[in-house]
């Protein structure tokens, strides 16, 4: 069974900074891209992130580069988020994705739909 799992999610005051982790298991994730991406009430899911199988490619958008950082563990069947200089419009929850092509995971489509996991919630206070 697929399993992608995120942990690090919390509470925290603005300027502070989180780690997230995301654990995936029941495939050769170490040959998938994998991707962080977000969603705050009310609005529609957005990209934070994404890592090659590899690691040799890294993607932000504008909204986060220069404060959050993506990379794998040792075993790649992990990712992270270290996520820095936090504003209170960083609040949402933080979806862990997972595709063997970056290019699905930076253009979802419904016919290569990543695999997700069940989120974590990210709070910003101000």
């Known amino acids: 069974q697929v399993q992608l799992v995120e942990s690090g999610g919390g509470l925290v005051q603005a300027g502070g900074s989180l780690r997230l982790s995301c654990a995936a298991s029941?495939?050769?994730?170490?040959?998938?891209?994998m991707a962080w991406f977000r969603q705050a009430p009310g609005k529609e899911r957005e990209f934070v992130a994404a890592?090659?199988?590899?690691?040799?490619?890294?993607y932000y958008p504008d909204s986060v580069k220069g404060r959050f950082t993506i990379s794998r563990g040792n075993a790649k069947s992990t990712v992270y988020l270290q996520m820095t200089s936090l504003k209170p419009e960083d609040t949402a929850v933080y979806y862990c994705a997972a595709h063997p092509n970056v290019e699905a995971l930076l253009n979802p489509s419904p016919g290569r739909s990543p695999y997700w996991g069940q989120g974590t919630q990210v709070t910003v206070s101000s």
């Open positions: 890592i090659t199988w590899n690691a040799d490619r890294l």
């Open positions: 029941g495939r050769t994730f170490s040959s998938y891209a």
